[in-house]
């Protein structure tokens, strides 16, 4: 399943001015313009700042937006007019699994090469699931060895003597 990141954390940015000595600020100067304690303001589609104490010219300022990383191949950022934020826009969202740059739809099963067989078992979410094809032998008798798959097939096959039996799990079929 696709993941991405919206992090409302944003970035305070404190600053400090002196005052010359015998001298009041009484105002938080921030590019050209003057603000009092407690005011608060926006500096574009930039950042929100407050005045914190306008006697030393204290300010905080954040980012206005959120920051939106690890955005899916099948979505964008997208900034309407008239605001600031972005969104995320994404193509067929609900409507299938996505999966290697395509999109299946709902109990479609596919093929992963020889790696894996999927199935997308929830196209509202985007879920699908995927199983290894290929049995994995990990205590095979040092009698038996595996030979490689025959043409046209993905799975390496098990070799024993004659008398040994080999137990596969219910339903696999060689691939």
Known sequence: MDAYVIDTTSTAILTLFSVPPGLCAAVCAYKGSKYQTG?????NCDKTCTCLDAS????KCTDLCPTISNVPARCQVVTNPGECCGHLECLNQTSGCFYKGAF???DEK????????CQCVDAS???YQCAAKCLTFRDLPSVCNLLPAPQGKCCPVVNCPVGIIVNYPDGYVPQ
């Open 39 to 43: 005011d608060t303001w926006q500096d």
């Open 56 to 59: 030393v010219n204290l300010f």
């Open 104 to 106: 299946y739809g709902q």
């Open 110 to 117: 596919w093929e992963d090469g020889c790696d894996y067989n």
């Open 125 to 127: 979410q985007g879920f």
